[in-house]
């Protein structure tokens, strides 16, 4: 009488278990690496933006300053505002920041209010 096991080593059934694992080990290793580069690739180009003050110069013009991160030899595009006492945007520009070889780097900027600001700050940067 032959067993199960002895038909298995005569026919190679016994390879065929181990092959969905190996296939699937696999697909799960292409995986990890995927989403690994997914998440190093939108990081490259990654900018953050903190505001370090403002300055009220009159009823129509608030000086902010602020420093940004980013790639470095990269053109970075930044959004200031000002705002009012109920948060409303009384002004804003849009400020086209040349490439630099620093990480870090610090600007100031003058914005025109149609109104008394009580604070301005970024909104948003991003490479050019």
């Known amino acids: 009488m032959t067993t199960a ?12 278990r181990r092959l969905p694992w190996v296939i ?6 292409a995986v990890v690496v ?12 990654t900018v953050t933006a903190q505001d ?3 300055t009220l110069t009159d009823s129509h013009t608030v000086d902010i300053s602020f420093q940004y991160t980013a790639p470095r030899g990269s053109d970075v595009v930044c959004v200031v505002q ?7 945007v009384v002004g804003w520009k849009v400020m086209d920041i040349a490439a630099t070889q620093k990480h870090t ?10 109104a008394q600001a009580t604070t301005g ?3 948003s940067c991003w490479v050019a």
């Open 105 to 114: 780097a610090a600007v100031q900027v003058s914005i025109p209010t149609v």
């Open 5 to 16: 096991l002895e038909l298995d080593e005569r026919y190679g059934r016994r390879g065929r």
């Open 24 to 29: 699937g080990g696999i697909i799960a290793v």
């Open 52 to 54: 370090t003050g403002f």
């Open 121 to 123: 700050l970024v909104k």
């Open 34 to 45: 995927a989403f690994g580069w997914m998440t190093v690739a939108s990081q490259l180009n």
């Open 82 to 88: 000002a705002l009012d006492k109920e948060f409303g």
